[in-house]
């Protein structure tokens, strides 16, 4: 029998269960089987017992939760009258605020017993249907059990578990084990069983429509059922098809850095979401959701994923994107987003510029930084005056001099908090000053009834000149509040002027004096306009933070980076600073490296290893591509030079189509495309290079087809025909995807395969690429099986570029 421990449930009591319908047949021959009849009718007898259970308690639950409803109305009702009545009388006013605050405290444990209430309701309507997907049937010394796992806990009226929870460790034998022994972890460590069945179902609506016995971790045709349904606007849970190398991922609580290399639609992103229902799960009394922050590449994206975790009874975590991070962190400065940039990088990216940005982008410049503030002598600190309102508050010399004077060998962050702390000191003894001065008093005497009435509200004089010198503070304290600001908020340091300074010091010999220079002038041009280029956003920051010891976040205990290729070393060195207690989870894939494959050189998995050196680093690869048909997998892994090691899922559909078109066909053909995609299929997404070409587009298409232009802004996806650039479209998938403009000039040589790669791999049941007048060399030079070419173009065309 197995102890509570063992299961690991997060439930109370000793349980085992053990329903005497139960039966263990010997195992089944590998791979899956079909079940007898008879078996197939034992286990829908058994799905129907427990789904009257859960019928039952469903109905158990919203009689409750209509009764907690009832009761927080009736409190609420209550709370009302009980602080009308008592407030008339102004000595009653103490044993108010007792009472209130009794009935504030009933209240929010009425709240919280509502909360629980809903969520068991929830959890009862996500098991309704579909109970449990799993079974397995183990023997630990001679001990034989069985156990039904499904997306949440579910026991019956004397405690028994009628389905174990996807995350409980006893489950994890479902995702690693094939038959014969198993180890899984437990909280008393690892522990031994031996694995005598595993049996899969799809239940839907109470049915069974599929169940077998298998060895494999999920069965394949399983896989291809659910591989195989229409997308929906929302990305969908996995846990009843988690296969074992994204189990490793999901189940890992442990690693301070765990990188996931995988190609595109191997599930990285699924694996990420299903982590942290593991984690919290794992962690409840220890670990919230708002511990964990995602940096997700888009905001379409954030709403694409954000179902996944509801529906498995746990609440989001919070979410950013690197632009809306950054910009949060430069008040009244617009920061370069890396889609604008890119669209820039199109237009006009010389040399020159590519070799700055790299080494701006390096962990090497980071570390420069950190020098930088080490060795920097307090009088090179660019201090910058106070002034408000025409007045200098406190000149740049008088703040120099504070600096100066602080002991040579406190940190640089003390010193400057010391600092602050000074400023601040000394501007309340000038503004208590100041509220002496006569002009005060005259306008004190101005000051509105209202006015007075609020600033003393609560409060009780001696004499009227003690109310007027208390109103005479409060006057001059709220004129200078800007002042105190200023100084809370560090502007006595220029830290634009530092970071031009530091730049100034900074440039390698690789690059010329000259371009260096030029570089510094732009920066100090850019902020004439508020305006701050993205490769100096993280070390300006850093700067920033070493300088004035703030701007890390202590409370964030994971922090997970999806599409890691986009974010610079630089980027990530600042995030590890910035979340100095999180532990980091980096999903990437090298070959969708849509913004910067075009420059970037450098080995940066060695390197992000490097920045957690001493800590625990878990690496995984995962080669398996589930998002698209074999067809479009293997065409798109064909455009990468290292490609080969993709294996696409056994899951076959249409092979895509390359059309080449004039141009004066080009948005008939587009048209005709997508409209006849349409008919089978939910989503179909045109997918250009560049935000310009999605917008010139759509202002021709719109009149032939309805379609929608997503933009940056957007938030949600829809159903219907899309246009797009890919980077938008990053992490997201849809049900066909057209490829528009894959032509010679846009697609000409290997820079530009990554981009194609990303676009080719969004697709996941149909794909068609249309090129205009000139064929891409990229496509030309696959094996012609790979796809149906259709030129379109008029013969004597056709012929020109074909030879
Ligand atoms: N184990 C699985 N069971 C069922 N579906 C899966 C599984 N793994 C991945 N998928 C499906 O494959 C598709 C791709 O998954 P996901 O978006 O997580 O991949 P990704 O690696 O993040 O892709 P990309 O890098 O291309 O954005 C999704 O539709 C997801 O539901």
């Known amino acids: 029998m197995m102890s509570k421990v063992l299961a690991g449930t997060a439930q109370t009591g000793y349980n085992v269960w053990q329903a005497n319908f139960d039966r263990h047949p010997q195992p089944t021959r590998k791979g899956g089987i079909l079940l007898q009849e008879t078996e197939r009718q034992e286990e829908q007898a058994r799905v129907d017992r427990v789904t009257r259970i859960i019928a039952n308690q469903l109905t158990a639950a919203q009689a409750e939760l209509a009764k907690a409803k009832a009761e927080t109305r009736?409190?609420?009702?209550?709370?009302?009258?009980?602080?009308?009545?008592?407030?008339?009388?102004?000595?009653?006013?103490?044993?108010?605020?007792?009472?209130?605050?009794?009935?504030?405290?009933?209240?929010?444990?009425?709240?919280?017993?509502?909360?629980?209430?809903?969520?068991?309701?929830?959890?009862?309507?996500?098991?309704?249907?579909?109970?449990?997907?799993?079974?397995?049937?183990?023997?630990?010394?001679?001990?034989?059990?069985?156990?039904?796992?499904?997306?949440?806990?579910?026991?019956?009226?004397?405690?028994?578990?009628?389905?174990?929870?996807?995350?409980?460790?006893?489950?994890?034998?479902?995702?690693?084990?094939?038959?014969?022994?198993?180890?899984?972890?437990?909280?008393?460590?690892?522990?031994?069983?031996?694995?005598?069945?595993?049996?899969?179902?799809?239940?839907?609506?109470?049915?069974?429509?599929?169940?077998?016995?298998?060895?494999?971790?999920?069965?394949?045709?399983?896989?291809?059922?659910?591989?195989g349904q229409q997308t929906d606007e929302y990305m969908r849970n996995i846990v009843s098809t988690i296969q074992q190398a994204q189990n490793d991922i999901i189940r890992n609580t442990d690693a301070d850095l765990l990188i996931v290399q995988g190609v595109a639609g191997s599930g990285k992103t699924s694996a990420i979401l299903q982590r942290v229902a593991y984690l919290l799960y794992h962690s409840r009394s220890q670990l919230d959701a708002d511990q964990m922050i995602l940096f997700s590449p888009n905001r379409l994206f954030s709403g694409y994923i954000s179902k996944v975790l509801p529906s498995l009874g746990e609440k989001n975590m919070r979410q950013v994107t690197l632009a809306e991070f950054l910009g949060q962190r430069f008040e009244g400065l617009h920061v370069q987003s890396l889609f604008e940039r890119f669209e820039n990088d199109m237009a006009n990216f010389p040399e020159t510029a590519q070799v700055v940005r790299r080494y701006k982008e390096s962990p090497e410049f980071m570390d420069r930084i950190h020098d930088y503030i080490r060795t920097t002598p307090p009088h090179m600190l660019q201090f910058t005056a106070i002034d408000f309102d025409g007045e200098t508050f406190f000149s740049q010399g008088?703040?120099?001099?504070?600096?100066?004077?602080?002991?040579?060998?406190?940190?640089?962050?003390?010193?400057?908090?010391?600092?602050?702390?000074?400023?601040?000191?000394?501007?309340?003894?000038?503004?208590?000053?100041?509220?002496?001065?006569?002009?005060?008093?005259?306008?004190?005497?101005?000051?509105?009834?209202?006015?007075?009435?609020?600033?003393?509200?609560?409060?009780?004089?001696?004499?009227?000149?003690?109310?007027?010198?208390?109103?005479?503070?409060?006057?001059?304290?709220?004129?200078?509040?800007?002042?105190?600001?200023?100084?809370?908020?560090?502007?006595?340091?220029?830290?634009?002027?530092?970071?031009?300074?530091?730049?100034?010091?900074?440039?390698?010999?690789?690059?010329?004096?000259?371009?260096?220079?030029?570089?510094?002038?732009?920066?100090?041009?850019?902020?004439?306009?508020?305006?701050?280029?993205?490769?100096?956003?993280?070390?300006?920051?850093?700067?920033?933070?070493?300088?004035?010891?703030?701007?890390?976040?202590?409370?964030?205990?994971?922090?997970?980076?999806?599409e890691m290729q986009d974010y610079s070393l630089a980027q990530i060195a600042y995030l590890r600073h910035a979340f100095p207690k999180a532990h980091f989870t980096l999903l990437g894939d090298r070959a969708q490296d849509v913004f910067s494959a075009h420059y970037e050189e450098t080995d940066r998995l060695a390197a992000v290893r490097q920045m957690f050196r001493g800590g625990r680093i878990s690496a995984h690869t995962l080669n398996k591509s589930y998002r698209s048909t074999e067809e479009i997998t293997n065409l798109a892994k064909e455009l990468l030079p290292a490609g080969a090691d993709i294996t696409a899922f056994a899951r076959s559909g249409e092979k895509p189509a390359y059309?080449?078109?004039?141009?004066?066909?080009?948005?008939?053909?587009?048209?005709?495309?997508?409209?006849?995609?349409?008919?089978?299929?939910?989503?179909?997404?045109?997918?250009?290079?560049?935000?310009?070409?999605?917008?010139?587009?759509?202002?021709?298409?719109?009149?032939?087809?309805?379609?929608?232009?997503?933009?940056?802004?957007?938030?949600?996806?829809?159903?219907?025909?899309?246009?797009?650039?890919?980077?938008?479209?990053?992490?997201?998938?849809?049900?066909?995807?057209?490829?528009?403009?894959?032509?010679?000039?846009?697609?000409?040589?290997?820079?530009?395969?990554?981009?194609?790669?990303?676009?080719?791999?969004?697709?996941?049941?149909?794909?068609?690429?249309?090129?205009?007048?000139?064929?891409?060399?990229?496509?030309?030079?696959?094996?012609?099986?790979?796809?149906?070419?259709?030129?379109?173009?008029?013969?004597?065309?056709?012929?020109?570029?074909?030879?």
């Open 74 to 227: 009736r409190l609420d009702e209550n709370y009302g009258e009980n602080t009308k009545v008592n407030t008339f009388e102004v000595d009653d006013r103490m044993e108010t605020n007792a009472a209130v605050q009794q009935q504030k405290n009933m209240i929010a444990g009425q709240m919280e017993s509502e909360r629980i209430l809903q969520d068991t309701e929830r959890r009862l309507h996500t098991l309704a249907d579909s109970p449990y997907f799993g079974r397995i049937d183990i023997d630990e010394d001679g001990d034989q059990e069985t156990l039904y796992i499904g997306t949440a806990t579910l026991m019956d009226g004397n405690d028994h578990f009628l389905v174990y929870d996807w995350r409980a460790p006893i489950s994890a034998i479902y995702y690693n084990g094939t038959l014969g022994n198993v180890t899984y972890d437990t909280p008393v460590g690892p522990q031994q069983v031996a694995l005598i069945r595993k049996r899969q179902f799809q239940i839907e609506n109470g049915q069974i429509e599929n169940m077998f016995d298998t060895n494999e971790t999920v069965g394949d045709s399983v896989l291809q059922h659910v591989l």
């Open 398 to 562: 008088e703040i120099q001099r504070i600096f100066a004077r602080l002991p040579e060998n406190m940190q640089l962050a003390d010193k400057f908090l010391r600092t602050k702390n000074v400023l601040i000191t000394r501007l309340k003894k000038r503004l208590r000053r100041m509220a002496r001065e006569e002009w005060v008093e005259d306008e004190v005497s101005l000051l509105p009834e209202a006015t007075i009435e609020a600033w003393t509200r609560d409060k009780a004089f001696d004499s009227p000149d003690q109310e007027m010198h208390y109103l005479a503070r409060k006057l001059v304290f709220r004129r200078y509040e800007p002042v105190y600001d200023a100084i809370y908020n560090n502007y006595f340091l220029d830290v634009y002027q530092q970071y031009a300074q530091f730049l100034s010091t900074a440039r390698p010999n690789e690059i010329p004096a000259k371009v260096w220079v030029e570089m510094i002038a732009e920066f100090r041009q850019n902020l004439e306009t508020h305006y701050l280029n993205l490769s100096d956003a993280a070390p300006l920051l850093y700067l920033r933070d070493l300088l004035t010891g703030g701007g890390q976040n202590h409370s964030i205990r994971f922090l997970f980076i999806d």
């Open 659 to 803: 059309l080449i078109c004039p141009h004066t066909e080009a948005i008939a053909t587009v048209s005709r495309e997508a409209t006849t995609m349409l008919r089978t299929n939910k989503t179909v997404a045109i997918l250009t290079k560049t935000a310009k070409e999605a917008e010139s587009l759509y202002a021709r298409l719109s009149s032939e087809v309805p379609v929608k232009l997503m933009t940056e802004h957007d938030r949600s996806l829809a159903a219907g025909i899309l246009i797009l650039p890919i980077y938008l479209a990053k992490g997201l998938e849809f049900d066909a995807v057209i490829a528009y403009d894959v032509s010679a000039y846009n697609f000409g040589d290997t820079r530009s395969a990554d981009v194609l790669y990303t676009i080719c791999s969004r697709a996941m049941h149909n794909l068609v690429l249309i090129g205009i007048d000139r064929p891409s060399p990229l496509l030309r030079k696959l094996p012609s099986t790979l796809y149906d070419y259709q030129d379109l173009r008029p013969t004597s065309a056709a012929t020109i570029t074909l030879h």
